[in-house]
């Protein structure tokens, strides 16, 4: 007896990529570029250009032209990157988002390894959290990890289920699951702290996002979205750790971290 076929890759979860852009015409080519990379097949990507002066918008625009999967939303003004999270939050459809910092840039497995991690821990998790690589404002490696990434907890592995145990992504190989396994580590919701790496490194469940985020008053918040949603985020499921480089996280002038 015949069957249908059945499309296994469209059973995976879907991911938002949420680009917040402000004034970063300089960078934002390599971040969307990025996420053209990707390996893992559903995705789609929403820019929001908060209010640029520069030619920011019509250089999105120009990239994005003809990818139905990309969308870009142009805001009046400046509302910072958590109240344009706000702003757009109910245009985000993807069971998991991703908040890429419009200077960064992700490794082409990012998606597919967070994805894997979310689907093998032995308990759901809020968010994971990835290593990154800190690059100078040309895009050159200055470190190979991120300092405070994971202390000072004890790392406590094997973090994954056994690989016949668990659903897998098609584009990761025995391999790299076994790499994974030994790469994860879960953090418990009571656990209080900064223990992650990051903006660009972070996915989150958008079922978790959305008790934070909506509701809120839509006005300018002039603050990175991670030091508000991964404490939150935390506090609510929990989170888990990947010490693996899977993405770029660039230091330069006008980066906050960078002038702290």
Same mark, same amino acid.
């Given at each position: 007896?015949?069957?249908a076929k059945i499309?296994?890759?469209?059973?995976?979860?879907?991911?938002?990529i949420?680009?917040?852009?402000?004034?970063? &015409?300089?960078?934002?080519s390599? /971040?969307? =570029?990025?996420?053209?990379?990707?390996?893992y097949?559903n %995705?789609?990507c *929403?820019?929001?250009?908060?209010?640029?002066t520069d030619?920011?918008?019509s250089?999105?625009?120009g990239?994005i032209?003809g990818?139905p999967r990309?969308?870009?939303?142009?805001?009046n003004?400046?509302?910072?990157?958590?109240?344009?999270?706000?702003?757009?939050?109910?245009q985000?459809?993807?069971d998991?988002?991703?908040?890429?910092d419009a200077d960064?840039?992700?490794?082409?497995t990012?998606?597919?390894?967070?994805?894997?991690v979310?689907l093998?821990?032995?308990?759901?998790?809020?968010f994971t959290?990835?290593n990154?690589?800190?690059?100078?404002?040309?895009?050159?490696?200055?470190?190979?990890?991120f300092?405070?990434?994971? &202390?000072?907890?004890?790392?406590? /592995?094997? =973090?994954?289920v056994d690989?016949?145990?668990?659903i897998? %992504?098609?584009? *990761?190989?025995?391999?790299q699951?076994?790499s994974?396994?030994?790469?994860?580590?879960?953090?418990?919701?009571?656990?209080?702290?900064?223990?992650?790496?990051?903006?660009?490194?972070?996915?989150?469940?958008?079922?978790?996002?959305?008790?934070i985020?909506?509701?809120?008053?839509?006005r300018?918040?002039?603050?990175?979205?991670d030091a508000?949603?991964?404490?939150?985020?935390?506090?609510?499921g929990?989170?888990?750790?990947?010490?693996?480089?899977?993405?770029?996280?660039?230091?330069?002038?006008?980066?906050?971290?960078?002038?702290?």
């Open positions: 007896m015949n069957s499309d296994w890759n469209a059973r995976l979860p879907s991911v938002t949420v680009i917040i852009n402000w004034n970063y &015409a300089r960078y934002i390599e /971040a969307i =570029g990025s996420v053209f990379s990707q390996d097949e %995705i789609d *929403i820019v929001v250009d908060n209010g640029s030619n920011s918008a250089l999105v625009s990239l032209k990818h990309f969308k870009l939303i142009q805001l003004e400046n509302l910072g990157q958590l109240g344009a999270l706000i702003r757009i939050f109910d985000i459809k993807g998991f988002v991703v908040l890429l960064d840039i992700l490794s082409p990012f998606v597919s390894r967070h994805i894997q979310h093998a821990l032995p308990k759901a998790v809020a959290s990835a990154v690589v800190e690059v100078s404002a040309e895009g050159r490696a200055r470190t190979g990890g300092q405070a990434f994971g &202390a000072p907890l004890p790392w406590d /592995a094997p =973090g994954l690989a016949s145990r668990a897998r %992504i098609p584009t *990761i190989s025995e391999e699951y076994s994974l396994t030994n790469q994860v580590s879960s953090i418990a919701p009571w656990h209080v702290g900064w223990f992650w790496s990051p903006g660009s490194a972070n996915m989150y469940r958008r079922s978790i996002l959305s008790i985020c909506k509701g809120q008053p839509q300018p918040y002039m603050r990175a979205s508000y949603v991964n404490p939150f985020c935390q506090a609510l929990g989170s888990a750790l990947i010490d693996q480089p899977l993405s770029f996280y660039r230091l330069h002038d006008a980066n906050y971290f960078a002038l702290r």
